[in-house]
């Protein structure tokens, strides 16, 4: 059953040749186990199989990144 919330992130970076980031991509989707009926000569079986879905993709210069990640620990100072 696909989740009702995003559960899996990943970061993916643009660099010059210098080595310096010219933007960050932060996707979100949903990964989860999708259950399908199949019948066999043993009759019917439940199969399980890995499913994806992306939910969004945010394109963020270095500026903004670091905005995010200041704004990530204001939120969450404090927590464990």
Known sequence: MK?????????????NKEGEV?????DASHKYME??????????E???TPASDQVAS???NRQAAI??????IQTL???T
């Not at 010219?22 to 932060?26: F, G, N, R, S, Y």
């Open 35 to 44: 259950n399908n009926v199949t019948v066999t000569s043993n009759g019917l």
């Open 67 to 72: 905005s995010l990640r200041n704004l990530l």
């Open 77 to 79: 100072d404090g927590e």
């Open 3 to 15: 989740p009702e919330y995003v559960n899996t992130f990943a970061l993916r970076k643009v660099v």
């Open 22 to 26: 010219l933007e960050i991509t932060l």
């Open 58 to 60: 945010l394109v963020m």
């Open 46 to 48: 439940n199969v399980a």
